[in-house]
């Protein structure tokens, strides 16, 4: 037998897998009630905390890939431009964007998980896709994460907002009905074409605090896997995100403690959150508010500062 021939019958067959409607799917799957979590990076994703959560559930149920769909159909590569990074310290490897269906284990049921960027076009195309890969898995629940930037004070609990099949499963996640009309995103269009299609579909977005850096909020994360898993009826393990909360909590307390009109924008922030239902300050208060423009200069001027003694801490050791 000819060295060629040798070497491709020690190969280990390819991984089957079928294709439908741009996504490709491993066969042979069996999955018990799946429900599908999705989230995406960029307009729908304040604070990263929708993306983050999903991301985080992912890793710790230990998901494995069954499918995925193709980036080049959805993505323009000048929005969402693949990354380049050093293997072995020597070889460049490009690594693509992606979005890949993850399905893992936990207790109670199945969960199927995707996270990706937002598409930048063909968005119906891309829901009929995602949806048509869930009835194929057998999907029951779709469940959309979302974060959005708020007047609500990082010293409070999260609030949490979104829509559910029926009031009473509305009241048992804790969530306030949403009155948005404007603009919407991907998880908009996906949870309202499931809802068309028959599927039961649950939304939850996170309000994170507006005046912060933009930065990961892991405390809003915390919140959304929190709710999510007692949506599904599933557990997970929350020990390192509610680390990162706590360092989180901690990182912006000092933060505002260094200024004096950011300090005073929390308090009355809190003061507003104390009066249920209330969004935001009142109206005659308004004007005493600093601007964002205001806070923005603030918070750069303090991370301006820090790294600069942080700097300067490092060249005196």
């Not at 076009?121 to 995602?130: G, V």
């Not at 308004?286 to 060249?315: D, F, H, M, T």
Request: hydrophobic share 40%; with cysteine; proline share 8%.
């Amino acid at each position: 037998m000819p060295l060629a021939a040798r070497r491709r019958a020690r190969q280990p067959p390819p991984t089957a897998h079928t294709m439908t409607d741009h996504v490709t799917l491993e066969e042979g799957i069996r999955l018990r009630r799946p429900a599908l979590v999705c989230a995406f990076s960029g307009w729908n994703d304040a604070g990263q905390a929708a993306s983050v959560a999903a991301r985080y559930l992912a890793e710790r149920w230990d998901a494995r890939t069954i499918g995925h769909l193709d980036p080049e159909e959805f993505l323009d590569f000048q929005v969402t431009r693949p990354t380049v990074r050093l293997e072995d310290g020597v070889s460049r490897v490009v690594e693509w964007p992606s979005f890949e269906l993850r399905a893992a284990s936990p207790p109670g049921r199945d969960v199927i998980v995707l996270v990706g960027a937002e598409p930048n076009n063909r968005w119906r195309t891309f829901t009929s896709a995602i949806l048509g890969a869930a009835r194929d898995l057998g999907v029951d629940l779709l469940v959309t994460l979302g974060a959005f930037l708020a007047d609500v004070p990082h010293t409070r609990p999260v609030p949490l907002t979104g829509s559910a099949p029926t009031q009473d499963e509305a009241h048992r996640l804790g969530l306030t009905g949403s009155q948005y009309e404007g603009p919407t995103g991907i998880t908009g269009v996906l949870h309202d074409a499931a809802i068309r299609a028959g599927m039961a579909s649950i939304s939850l977005w996170a309000a994170v605090p507006h005046y912060l850096p933009s930065a990961p909020d892991p405390k809003a994360a915390l919140s959304l896997v929190e709710r999510t898993t007692a949506l599904l009826g599933v557990t997970v393990e929350t020990g390192p995100l509610e680390e990162a909360a706590a360092e989180w909590d901690r990182e912006v307390a000092s933060l505002v403690a260094e200024s004096d009109e950011l300090s005073e924008y929390v308090e009355r922030l809190e003061g507003a959150a104390l009066t249920e239902g209330q969004a935001g300050p009142a109206p005659h208060e308004v004007e005493e508010i600093p601007s964002a423009e205001a806070i923005a200069a603030e918070v750069e001027r303090y991370l301006r500062e820090r790294g600069e003694q942080r700097n300067g801490g490092e060249g005196e050791a």
